[in-house]
């Protein structure tokens, strides 16, 4: 009985996560989350953790590579173009809302599902529209380094489950501290999964509020606190609660993950029903926000974690990572579609820029509406990779080591 109740502790309790090393990270100072570290489980993580990173998908010459990926980095503004400023202020509130498992097929205005995401759809004609952006990865902690530090999915692991390099990663978050935003996350799941907790300390966030800090009574499915709780508690924090401003806020949902099971029913399908749900809580949310002051001066950015969960299975990989990127707020000055080709990484050098911050440390991202620079979506899965222009839409297989897909009126360009 007592080796069966240790299994617990040394599991790390009954959530979603077990043990890791976010469990400690508690402080923005790094030395202080390191001391807190058990030496020995260190030691046992690395050991059974051993990865030859340096002999993966090695393709071609590393001169050859080092110099094909400096051509498709940012590039300096040229000195006869100019940026599209699309915001009416510098210093907006940011409030970044991460969608569990979205894509544009479930938006009736990008060619995907009717009466599903009726608000992603209005405010996609309200603000500015991203129409060919792609998710970089196909997993939740891939998908947040992408969008947070601008550092693309990787096929077959996640940065995030190694705490010694996140630590050196950018970040928005950091690059907004220093411009002195405020900081904090909200999730309604387990802060821990994936080693989540220590990145978002690393990355600079000052107060993350998850799955603990709701009462038993409002956790009531597998991830925790529901879509319309978490809203909820974070509008009263808006509200209540005197704010720093400008801030910088993450709203991550999670009710649109499978099992799908959600307080709420509209739809017959049971998977439509629950990203019906998601959608109508972000349109509660923003509908109840914009009667605050807060509203003229913010930024809302809208972005899903990976790719869609919806429809499965996909046979083309192309059409699984599309995803919508919509920007609304009293700080838009106006609606706008782009369809310039991005990706989620792409994220952090185009909002820092509109706000006249550098980004130079965001060595893949690149800034969206810099004419100057190769626009492209670029995509992985443990199998394969993908990467999207106008011109060529390509896929290959890692394990058959082969063009899997290859459309477009250049067809094979993004493998010269």
């Given at each position: 009985?007592?080796?069966?109740?240790?299994?617990?502790?040394?599991?790390?309790?009954?959530?979603?996560?077990?043990?890791?090393?976010?469990?400690?990270?508690?402080?923005?100072?790094?030395?202080?989350?390191?001391?807190?570290?058990?030496?020995?489980?260190?030691?046992?993580?690395?050991?059974?953790?051993?990865?030859?990173f340096?002999?993966?998908?090695?393709?071609?010459?590393?001169?050859?590579?080092?110099?094909?990926?400096?051509?498709?980095?940012?590039?300096?503004v040229?000195?006869?173009?100019?940026?599209?400023?699309?915001?009416?202020?510098?210093?907006?509130?940011?409030?970044?809302?991460?969608l569990?498992?979205?894509?544009?097929?479930?938006?009736?205005?990008?060619?995907?599902?009717?009466?599903?995401?009726?608000?992603?759809?209005?405010?996609?004609?309200?603000?500015?529209?991203?129409?060919?952006?792609?998710?970089?990865?196909?997993?939740?902690?891939?998908?947040?380094?992408?969008?947070?530090?601008?550092y693309?999915?990787q096929?077959?692991?996640?940065?995030?489950?190694?705490?010694?390099?996140?630590?050196?990663?950018?970040?928005?978050?950091?690059?907004?501290?220093?411009?002195?935003?405020?900081?904090?996350?909200?999730?309604?799941?387990?802060?821990?999964?994936?080693?989540?907790?220590?990145?978002?300390?690393?990355?600079?966030?000052?107060?993350?509020?998850?799955?603990?800090?709701?009462?038993?009574?409002?956790?009531?499915?597998?991830?925790?606190?529901?879509?319309?709780?978490?809203?909820?508690?974070?509008?009263?924090?808006?509200?209540?609660?005197?704010?720093?401003?400008?801030?910088?806020?993450?709203?991550?949902?999670?009710?649109?993950?499978?099992?799908?099971?959600?307080?709420?029913?509209?739809?017959?399908?049971?998977?439509?029903?629950?990203?019906?749900?998601?959608?109508?809580?972000?349109?509660?949310?923003?509908?109840?926000?914009?009667?605050?002051?807060?509203?003229?001066?913010?930024?809302?950015?809208?972005?899903?974690?990976?790719?869609?969960?919806?429809?499965r299975?996909?046979?083309?990989?192309?059409?699984?990572?599309?995803?919508?990127?919509?920007?609304?707020?009293g700080?838009?000055?106006?609606?706008?579609?782009?369809?310039?080709?991005?990706?989620?990484?792409?994220?952090?050098?185009?909002?820092?820029?509109?706000?006249?911050?550098?980004?130079?440390?965001?060595?893949?991202?690149?800034?969206?509406?810099?004419?100057?620079?190769?626009?492209?979506?670029?995509?992985?899965?443990?199998?394969?990779?993908?990467?999207?222009?106008a011109?060529?839409?390509?896929?290959?297989?890692?394990?058959?080591?082969?063009?899997?897909?290859?459309?477009?009126?250049?067809?094979?360009?993004?493998?010269?």
């Amino acid at each position: 009985l007592l080796t069966a109740a240790l299994f617990i502790p040394i599991r790390g309790g009954f959530s979603v996560s077990t043990m890791n090393l976010s469990k400690v990270y508690y402080s923005q100072n790094q030395r202080m989350n390191h001391a807190a570290i058990n030496p020995a489980f260190s030691f046992m993580y690395s050991a059974t953790h051993q990865n030859n990173f340096d002999k993966q998908y090695r393709f071609m010459d590393p001169k050859v590579a080092d110099d094909l990926l400096a051509e498709m980095l940012d590039k300096p503004v040229a000195a006869t173009d100019s940026i599209p400023q699309i915001l009416n202020t510098q210093r907006p509130n940011i409030i970044f809302i991460i969608l569990e498992s979205f894509s544009t097929h479930l938006m009736e205005t990008m060619g995907g599902q009717p009466n599903v995401a009726v608000n992603m759809d209005k405010f996609g004609k309200e603000g500015v529209l991203f129409t060919n952006f792609y998710a970089n990865s196909f997993r939740t902690d891939r998908g947040l380094a992408s969008i947070i530090s601008g550092y693309p999915g990787q096929p077959s692991t996640s940065i995030m489950k190694y705490p010694e390099k996140t630590d050196g990663l950018p970040s928005i978050p950091r690059s907004l501290k220093n411009a002195g935003y405020s900081l904090e996350y909200y999730y309604g799941g387990d802060a821990d999964f994936t080693n989540m907790r220590s990145y978002l300390v690393s990355s600079g966030i000052e107060k993350i509020i998850s799955e603990t800090d709701f009462p038993l009574s409002e956790r009531q499915g597998k991830w925790g606190a529901p879509d319309h709780t978490l809203f909820q508690r974070f509008l009263k924090d808006l509200k209540e609660e005197k704010q720093q401003e400008p801030f910088f806020k993450i709203v991550q949902t999670s009710s649109s993950h499978e099992p799908f099971e959600v307080p709420f029913y509209r739809l017959d399908d049971k998977v439509l029903n629950a990203f019906a749900y998601a959608d109508s809580c972000v349109g509660d949310f923003v509908r109840q926000y914009k009667e605050t002051p807060m509203w003229k001066n913010t930024l809302i950015v809208l972005v899903p974690d990976h790719l869609g969960a919806y429809p499965r299975p996909v046979e083309n990989p192309l059409e699984g990572h599309t995803i919508p990127l919509i920007l609304i707020g009293g700080a838009v000055k106006e609606p706008r579609v782009v369809d310039t080709y991005a990706s989620q990484i792409d994220i952090a050098a185009t909002l820092l820029s509109q706000l006249g911050l550098p980004h130079d440390d965001f060595t893949f991202s690149k800034n969206i509406f810099n004419p100057s620079s190769p626009h492209f979506g670029y995509f992985t899965e443990p199998t394969l990779f993908g990467m999207v222009t106008a011109e060529n839409q390509l896929v290959y297989n890692l394990d058959a080591n082969t063009v899997q897909i290859d459309e477009g009126t250049e067809k094979g360009a993004n493998l010269e």
